[in-house]
């Protein structure tokens, strides 16, 4: 594929952020390599004494991929098809998205390319000259052509025979283009360019003097250099001042785009240019993702528009709030930022890779400090390089247990995920969906555990609760739901009950009925969680408050819960001054979760891992209900002392025979 990039770019950030970009400094590390942006000539790293940048791509997008017949492998050939327009006039000049072929039958788009909004100008194919319309000769006379009786309607079928021909010809000469720009207005012109010719455009325009681009500053054919190189990819885009993403998806819509503000967003621009990076090919690949998590900052740069964008939690410069600024740039950066194996996950299980192992080695860099063993070997079986992975990540962070249901509550998969091949253990996660924020774990001291050669995790345990759950009537499960009704019900009511929150309206839990409790309890799941509530525990001679919701992969009527507790570090944002659409953090609210257990055939001993069992929250003092020492039914908890939660949630649960559950 190739891309379009127009150099008169309007930026959708909410305030100018230029002098701020401009004077952002990186770390001490230099590659080996750097690119001289000026003459585009390969150099020392050591030449950026004032620091460099790094570039995040989407390789299919950067030239015409090629299979080999022979080996099966792809290459890629860049015939300087890349379009660069100069003199562009926003909102005059059309930006045509692949995806509107005039031909739903010759539409061969490849599947990391998404559906786009409707265009704002309107049908890009009409063809004014071909109309029959009253028609100004440029004189002010208007010429009024009329065509009688059966003539009339065959030369107007005739045209429209031909418009659509000339549509189908127009479209199949751009067919290979992510985006494309149709000039409207004479002061614009498009120039053709290579991949590179684009990139050093971009640079010069965005003032960036070096900058670390994989395809020059690896060596290919030294697989000695290329290993070092891929090894230090992570110190490599952390030291960088910032990373310019290209995503050629995103694009403008409507000059009022920018005058609807969005809470938390900035306005619709701005919201618009995160949904389209979201369904955007670049996002869906396994090495952009080491790449935007290791990120200090970036720069995302698409057809016509541009964003800047950094961590909320790696200073107090405040910003929009989105999946970038909260998520996952500078992960692990600083302590506020220390980032779990599951944010990563929540990512990773729903990229993909051209190379299966790759899948694997993007993440292995972005937790270096667990895999100095692991080498980066692609003759090695896919099997043992998934399971080499996985076995390290449990071995070292149980927040790999922090996942539940992947489904919407009207019984929706949310996103497929790309690990459904490789036969992967239920305690990876992979059958639902990873949480997004920072987990800490804590087992019990009593607790014991290893993965055997197959992949097995055996937990070894006195203390362990055996429960009997329900599916919740408006969740995925429910057999009586009425999917479309309960998905809008759903809906409007975490929007109140959140709009309401915000007002500091609270529902007093222990007044309200049973359907009241259990949607206070959905949208605590999903707000901190972003995963939906399945089933609910309704504790056997407990009120009404000690419910307590789980989040589940599969449908069960009885469930065991481990040990091991998961406390999630939900960020708490606040704007700054009295601008709507920046925020900072101001600190993080704990909310404390238990893994779920499910018995794959009863009497044999043999699990699954299927999500988490929702406990309660710290200092929760407007809706005590919700708090984690409600739930205990104590006050006296030290809750700096996770060891001491954990021992006290399974103080009346101590079995007398150490059970084990062997977890497929």
Known sequence: MYITYCRNQKSVDVEDKTSYRLGVTGGEYR????????????????????GYHTISYCWEQSGEVVRNETDGEYSLVDNGKHCIVEGYNLYEDDILPFGDSPDPEDDNQEDCNNDNRDEYTEDNFDDDDNEITDEDNGDGE?????????????????????????????????NEYVTWCKPNSESTSIRYATYDQLLQQVCQDFQVEYVWYDKVCIDQADNLAKSHEIKQMHRIYRNACYTIVMVPEVRLYNPEDFENEVFGCGNEAQDYVTDDVWNSCWFKRSWTLEEVMMARRILIVGTDTNMFQHSLHSNDIPTTFDVFSATLLDFGGTEQNKGSVNQALAFAHFRTSTKPHDMIYALKNTFSNMFDDMEANYSTDIKTV???????????????????????????????????????????GVAGKHVDNRVITTSHPQLEYYIDETMLLHITTKEYWKISVTPYDRGCYSSSKDTSEDNDFCSNEINRILSARYNDEW????????????????????????LYMTHYH?????????????????????????????????????QASDNESNFTIRGYEQRYFLPVLRECTKGTGRYRAIGVYYVGDRDFGWQPSIGLNHFIGRDDIKLDDPEEIICALFENDCHDVRKEFIIE
């Open 538 to 574: 309704e504790r056997q001679n407990d009120l009404l408050t000690g419910i307590r919701p789980l989040t589940l992969t599969e449908d069960c009527e009885e469930c065991i819960i481990i040990p091991i507790l998961l406390e999630l570090q939900v960020p708490l944002s606040e």
């Open 142 to 174: 208007i010429i009024n052509e009329k065509i009688d009786g059966d003539n009339e309607q065959d030369e107007k079928n005739c045209l429209e025979d031909d418009c659509a021909a000339d549509e189908k010809e127009e479209w199949n000469n751009y």
């Open 507 to 530: 529902t007093d839990m222990t007044t309200g009925d049973k359907d009241t409790v259990l949607m206070e309890w959905f949208v605590n799941t999903s707000s901190g969680t972003s």
């Open 31 to 50: 590659p080996t390599w750097l690119v001289r942006v000026s003459d585009w000539t390969k150099v020392s790293g050591k030449e950026a004494v004032d």
């Open 386 to 428: 998934f399971n080499s992975f996985y076995r390290h990540v449990a071995t070292d962070n149980f927040s790999i247990l922090f996942f539940g249901s992947n489904r919407r509550p009207n019984g929706n998969i949310g996103s497929e995920s790309t690990m459904g091949d490789y036969n992967l253990p239920s305690w990876t």
